[in-house]
């Protein structure tokens, strides 16, 4: 089996990976997207993701995702960028990297995420 060249992670990329949330009590595999700057991911062990989910719950911190917002048209349901609830998490939980956001996508929940933290 090849190895996943880990060092070269860039924000915007949709990956998936065992990860814990606070909902849970177990690691689940999920898709998440990468939020923390390429420059930051090609220099540290850990990237920080935000949730992505399909579930139908929603909130104003909610960003809506569907294969029109991705390079690739690689997602299996219509889902949602969950920009109130980043996690980091080391580089070595990711097992794929099936996808990334378009600019405008990226360019969207990056102001959603100015508005939830004031910055």
Known sequence: ???MNLSNIEQGELVVAD??????????RRL??????TEYNR??????VLKVTSSART????IRLTNDSTIKKALKKNSK??????????KQK????????????????KERMEKLYNI
């Open 19 to 28: 990860i814990i949330f606070a909902e849970q009590d177990a690691k689940k």
């Open 59 to 62: 909130s104003k911190y909610h």
């Open 43 to 48: 220099t540290s062990t850990d990237i920080i």
């Open 32 to 37: 998440a997207l990468v939020i923390s700057g």
């Open 81 to 90: 960028i969950v920009a109130d609830f980043p996690v980091t998490i080391t």
């Open 1 to 3: 089996m090849r190895q």
């Open 94 to 109: 990711i097992l794929s990297r099936p996808d990334r956001i378009t600019k405008e996508k990226l360019q969207e929940t």
